[in-house]
């Protein structure tokens, strides 16, 4: 029905905006509202979902962002409430890296996503994101398998000496394995 919005924001609330386009506002649930500035004009591409009580706008930045959602509420068990807080706290790239190279760890991160759904959503979208490259993101890979070691008691300056030795394209259990066997024979 709705492909985005162009308008001016006009509120910031704890899960949506309300963007006012030609003297109308629409509340649209975004995942990180705060990241909208009031006052300011932004394009916001626009989701409608639709059920037999609720008709409700999910709304994104970019169109990337979008499409992956679009690809997640089809994964069963995965609503859009579900779907859209995983862009509250993951980049789109770390998303597909993480569904590629089958990261549980990553994706259970996220609010209200067990190992079941998890799986299933590695069950349902790995392999089908290559439009969606999320291309050499191995940075990304990097912080994370620093914060893991982190969180595990090993301090900056041990992990800094290994980091280099641990292969990248591994998924993070297999790095953080990988980092663990190179720490404990420093």
């Known amino acids: 029905m709705y492909s985005y919005f162009k308008g001016i924001v006009k509120e910031n609330n ?9 003297d109308i506002g629409y509340l649209i649930h975004v995942p990180n509202p705060f990241s909208y500035e009031i006052g300011k004009t932004y394009q916001v ?4 979902h639709i059920r037999e009580e609720e008709y409700s706008l999910y709304g994104f930045k970019t169109l990337e962002e979008k499409e992956l959602f679009m690809k997640l509420i089809n994964v069963k068990g995965m609503g859009p409430k579900v779907a859209s807080g995983i862009f509250a706290t993951g980049s789109i790239n770390g998303i597909i890296e993480a569904i590629n190279k089958e990261n549980l760890i990553y994706l259970t991160k996220f609010p209200k996503i067990g190992d079941k759904l998890a799986r299933q959503i590695i069950l349902d979208l790995k392999g089908k994101l290559k439009g969606m490259d999320a291309g050499d993101d191995s940075n990304e890979s990097m912080d994370e398998l620093i914060s893991v070691l982190e969180n595990l008691g090993y301090k ?17 259990e297999e790095q953080v394995k990988e980092a663990l066997k190179l720490l404990l024979n420093n």
Do not use: F, G, M, R
Not at 14 to 22: A, C, G, L, R, T
Not at 158 to 172: F, H, P, Q, R, Y
């Open 156 to 172: 900056t300056a041990e992990i800094k000496k290994i980091i280099s030795k641990v292969d990248a394209s591994k998924t993070l």
């Open 14 to 22: 704890s899960d949506s905006i309300v963007i006012e386009v030609n």
């Open 45 to 48: 591409y626009v989701y409608n």
